[in-house]
């Protein structure tokens, strides 16, 4: 079965600094990757995606992420983080070879300081 | 405009009842979710369903029930069988079947059960 791990729980960045999320999945066939971003007492919010093709993904917001096939990773990036970036980020994850189902990390709650 | 409205948002029930949440889509979609959301453990699955009249279960369908009868409806009631009832509950809608089309959330219903 697919999974995501996003291995810190919380991402502190200073305003304007560069921002990293990571996240590294498992997927029997080629994956199909996700990142979404979560206000509180909100939906999820579709940030991009990755089907096929450029390993560069470029989305809403500024925010970017990159694919890494040999590392199996997927990192959310943006290049000067804002205030109102602060928010829980997720990856989520599904099987390329058909099976429906979404499998999401923990999520990382991030905190950008003014 | 477009979108999932789910329904009510915040929601108190005492233990031992049944509660149905509400969850209408207007944006055409096959494809419809529900995920249940707690503190550090990210969406879990309860159920999916994929066309009018018939929906499968997700990773945690136990205490739960759905219907489709309508396209744009998928209502979620939590039975008295749900032994830890009280989380965020999150309805998605999806326009496609398969695995390349991201999903769409609501902004979610706060359960509370005492």
Known sequence: AQSVAQPEDQVNVAEGNPLTVKCTYSVSGNPYLFWYVQYPNRGLQFLLKYITGDNLVKGSYGFEAEFNKSQTSFHLKKPSALVSDSALYFCAVRDGRGNNRLAFGKGNQVVVIP | ?114
């Open chain 2, 1 to 114: 405009d477009g979108g999932i409205t789910q329904s009510p948002k915040y929601l108190f029930r005492k233990e031992g009842q049944n509660v149905t949440l509400s969850c209408e889509q207007n944006l055409n979609h096959d494809a419809m979710y529900w995920y249940r959301q707690d503190p550090g453990q990210g969406l879990r699955l309860i159920y999916y369903s994929q066309i009018v009249n018939d929906f499968q279960k997700g990773d945690i369908a136990e205490g739960y029930s759905v219907s489709r009868e309508k396209k744009e409806s998928f209502p979620l009631t939590v039975t008295s069988a749900q032994k830890n009832p009280t989380a965020f509950y999150l309805c998605a809608s999806s326009e496609d079947q398969g695995a390349v089309a991201p999903l769409h959330f609501g902004n979610g219903t706060r359960l509370t059960v005492t």
